[in-house]
C-alpha cells in the first residue's frame, strides 16, 4: 500500500486554533484563516446541511449576523 501524501494544506501543518476565530466578523475571519496556511475557508449559517468528510486544510464558520459563532476544522 503506498503511503498517504503530505498534501499542502493538511491540518496537521497549519498551528492554528479554530476556537480563536470565535467573535470575529466573517471577513476578518476568513482573511486570517487563509493567511495563515487554511487552503479552504467555509462560512455557513446556523443549521446549515453539510456532508460529514473531513477534509484537511479545511476550517469551517458558523456565521449569524456576520459573526462567527462557532468554528471547527476539517
Do not use: C, H
Not at 499542502?8 to 466573517?26: N, W
Amino acid at each position: 500500500m503506498a503511503p498517504v501524501p503530505n498534501l499542502p494544506g493538511d491540518s496537521d501543518d497549519i498551528q492554528d486554533d479554530a476556537e480563536a476565530y470565535v467573535g470575529l466578523g466573517r471577513q476578518e475571519a476568513e482573511e486570517r484563516a487563509r493567511a495563515r496556511g487554511w487552503t479552504t475557508v467555509r462560512a455557513l449559517p446556523p443549521g446549515a446541511v453539510i456532508t460529514m468528510e473531513y477534509l484537511g486544510g479545511r476550517i469551517n464558520f458558523e456565521v449569524l449576523d456576520g459573526v462567527v459563532r462557532r468554528s471547527w476544522k476539517g
